[in-house]
C-alpha cells in the first residue's frame, strides 16, 4: 500500500484503558491488526491508554469516550448497565469480544477437576479484586448452595506474588485470578490450574466494544468495518494453535513469557471463552444482567435494545465476505 492510500484510511482511536486492562482475551484487535484486517477494510485503528483504571463510569478508559478524546473502547458492558440505571452518558456495546467468564481458580497443588460444590470449607483468595469478577464468584457459590460461611473468600493483599506464594505453600488453598495474570506460574509449576469458572457462569457478554450511539451513527461506516475486521480475527483465534496466536500476538505483549502467553490462549480457547459471533445475544446479556441484580451491583432491570447494537454485524458479515472475494 502507498502512503497516499495509508493516508486515505479512516482513522478510530481505541482507548485501551490502564496497563492492567491489556488482558490476552482482549487479543482479538491486536490478531486484526497484526494480520492486517483493519487494513483490508481501509480502516487504521489507534490504540491508547490510561493513566488509572477503574471499573465504573467514573474510572478507566470510559472518561475518554465519553468525551471525545477517543472513539471506542474495549471494557465490560456491566459499566454502560451501570451508566444506564444511575442516568449517565448514552454508551452502547456494539461488538462482542468475550463471551465466557475467563476468571479461573488456581491451586499450589495438582488435583483432580475441581467443582464449585468441592470449595466448601476451603479459603479462596481474590488476587486481582476485580469487581466483575468478585460479583459473579459469590453468585456462583450462592447458586451452588455455599454460604460466606461455607467458603473463606479473602481480598487480595495488593502483591500478586506474595498471593501466589500463599497458595503455592498451602496457606491459602486457592487463588482466583484471569489465566492471564495465572499462565506465568502455571508454567512455571508454581500453580496449577483447579477449574475454569467459564462453563459454569454460562455464557455472558464478560466484554465488548463500546461506543457513544451518536458517535456509531455518524460513523458508521467505519464501525462497521472495525467490526467486520473484529469478526474475522476472532474466527481465525478461534480456528488457529495456540502457539501460532502466541506468536502473532506476542509483540503486543512485550514483557509476557510466550510459553505462558501460549498457555492462556490455549485455556481460553478450550474454556470457549472467545466470542462465537460479534453480535451480544440478548439471552446472554439478560443472564448477565441477572446475575449482577442477584449480586446487588444493579438495583433493576436494564434494556438490551437500549444498551446493546447489534445492527453492525449483519453489514459487517457481508463486508468481510465481499474482502475475501477481492
Same mark, same amino acid.
Not at 488435583?111 to 486481582?128: S, W
Not at 485470578?177 to 506460574?185: D, E, K, T, V
Not at 459471533?277 to 439478560?286: E, G, H, P, V
Given at each position: 500500500?502507498?502512503?497516499?492510500?495509508?493516508?486515505?484510511?479512516?482513522? =478510530?482511536?481505541?482507548?485501551?484503558?490502564?496497563?492492567?486492562?491489556?488482558?490476552?482475551?482482549?487479543? !482479538?484487535?491486536? /490478531? !486484526?491488526?497484526?494480520?492486517?484486517?483493519?487494513?483490508?477494510?481501509?480502516?487504521?485503528?489507534?490504540?491508547?491508554?490510561?493513566?488509572?483504571?477503574?471499573? +465504573?463510569?467514573? @474510572?478507566?478508559?470510559?472518561?475518554?469516550?465519553?468525551? @471525545?478524546?477517543?472513539?471506542?473502547?474495549?471494557?465490560?458492558?456491566?459499566?454502560?448497565?451501570?451508566?444506564?440505571?444511575?442516568?449517565?452518558?448514552?454508551?452502547?456495546?456494539?461488538?462482542?469480544?468475550?463471551?465466557?467468564?475467563?476468571? &479461573?481458580? !488456581?491451586?499450589?497443588?495438582?488435583?483432580?477437576?475441581?467443582?464449585?460444590?468441592?470449595?466448601?470449607?476451603?479459603?479462596?483468595?481474590? &488476587?486481582?479484586?476485580?469487581?466483575?469478577?468478585?460479583?459473579?464468584?459469590?453468585? =456462583?457459590?450462592? +447458586?451452588?448452595?455455599?454460604?460466606?460461611? #461455607?467458603?473463606?473468600?479473602?481480598?487480595?493483599?495488593?502483591?500478586?506474588?506474595?498471593?501466589?506464594?500463599?497458595?503455592?505453600?498451602?496457606?491459602?488453598?486457592?487463588?482466583?485470578?484471569?489465566?492471564?495474570?495465572?499462565?506465568?506460574?502455571?508454567?512455571?509449576?508454581?500453580?496449577?490450574?483447579?477449574?475454569?469458572?467459564?462453563?459454569?457462569?454460562?455464557?455472558?457478554?464478560?466484554?465488548?466494544?463500546?461506543?457513544?450511539?451518536?458517535?456509531?451513527?455518524?460513523?458508521?461506516?467505519?464501525?462497521?468495518?472495525?467490526?467486520?475486521?473484529?469478526?474475522?480475527?476472532?474466527?481465525?483465534?478461534?480456528?488457529?494453535?495456540?502457539?501460532?496466536? !502466541?506468536? /502473532?500476538?506476542?509483540?503486543?505483549?512485550?514483557?509476557?513469557?510466550?510459553?505462558?502467553?501460549? /498457555?492462556?490462549?490455549?485455556?481460553?480457547?478450550?474454556?470457549?471463552?472467545?466470542?462465537?459471533?460479534?453480535?451480544?445475544?440478548?439471552? #446472554?446479556?439478560?443472564?448477565?444482567?441477572?446475575?449482577?441484580?442477584?449480586?446487588?451491583? =444493579?438495583?433493576?432491570?436494564?434494556?438490551?435494545?437500549?444498551?446493546? #447494537?447489534?445492527?453492525?454485524?449483519?453489514?459487517?458479515?457481508?463486508?468481510?465476505?465481499?474482502?475475501?472475494?477481492?
Amino acid at each position: 500500500m502507498t502512503q497516499a492510500q495509508s493516508a486515505s484510511r479512516a482513522v =478510530l482511536r481505541m482507548n485501551q484503558g490502564d496497563a492492567s486492562e491489556a488482558r490476552i482475551y482482549y487479543c !482479538a484487535h491486536f /490478531v !486484526a491488526e497484526a494480520l492486517g484486517y483493519f487494513e483490508a477494510n481501509d480502516l487504521s485503528v489507534t490504540f491508547t491508554t490510561t493513566q488509572s483504571g477503574g471499573h +465504573t463510569i467514573q @474510572g478507566g478508559q470510559i472518561p475518554a469516550v465519553l468525551s @471525545g478524546e477517543a472513539d471506542l473502547t474495549i471494557g465490560g458492558p456491566m459499566v454502560t448497565m451501570k451508566n444506564y440505571e444511575d442516568g449517565g452518558p448514552a454508551l452502547v456495546s456494539f461488538c462482542a469480544a468475550v463471551e465466557r467468564n475467563p476468571w &479461573v481458580l !488456581a491451586s499450589g497443588k495438582q488435583t483432580e477437576a475441581l467443582t464449585i460444590a468441592d470449595l466448601r470449607g476451603k479459603r479462596v483468595i481474590d &488476587v486481582g479484586n476485580v469487581g466483575t469478577a468478585s460479583l459473579c464468584f459469590r453468585w =456462583l457459590l450462592r +447458586t451452588h448452595g455455599l454460604s460466606e460461611q #461455607d467458603v473463606d473468600v479473602i481480598a487480595g493483599s495488593g502483591s500478586q506474588e506474595q498471593d501466589f506464594r500463599d497458595v503455592a505453600s498451602g496457606t491459602v488453598d486457592y487463588a482466583l485470578h484471569s489465566l492471564h495474570a495465572l499462565a506465568p506460574s502455571i508454567t512455571s509449576g508454581q500453580l496449577f490450574l483447579a477449574c475454569d469458572l467459564a462453563g459454569p457462569t454460562q455464557p455472558v457478554p464478560w466484554s465488548a466494544y463500546i461506543a457513544r450511539p451518536d458517535v456509531v451513527a455518524t460513523r458508521r461506516k467505519d464501525f462497521v468495518a472495525f467490526t467486520s475486521a473484529i469478526g474475522k480475527a476472532l474466527d481465525w483465534v478461534r480456528s488457529q494453535p495456540a502457539s501460532e496466536i !502466541a506468536t /502473532v500476538v506476542a509483540p503486543y505483549y512485550p514483557d509476557y513469557p510466550l510459553e505462558a502467553l501460549t /498457555v492462556a490462549i490455549e485455556g481460553y480457547q478450550r474454556a470457549e471463552v472467545f466470542a462465537t459471533s460479534t453480535a451480544i445475544a440478548k439471552s #446472554d446479556f439478560d443472564h448477565f444482567a441477572a446475575i449482577l441484580r442477584q449480586s446487588g451491583w =444493579l438495583e433493576r432491570d436494564v434494556p438490551y435494545e437500549m444498551l446493546v #447494537d447489534t445492527s453492525l454485524t449483519s453489514q459487517s458479515h457481508d463486508a468481510r465476505h465481499a474482502t475475501e472475494k477481492r
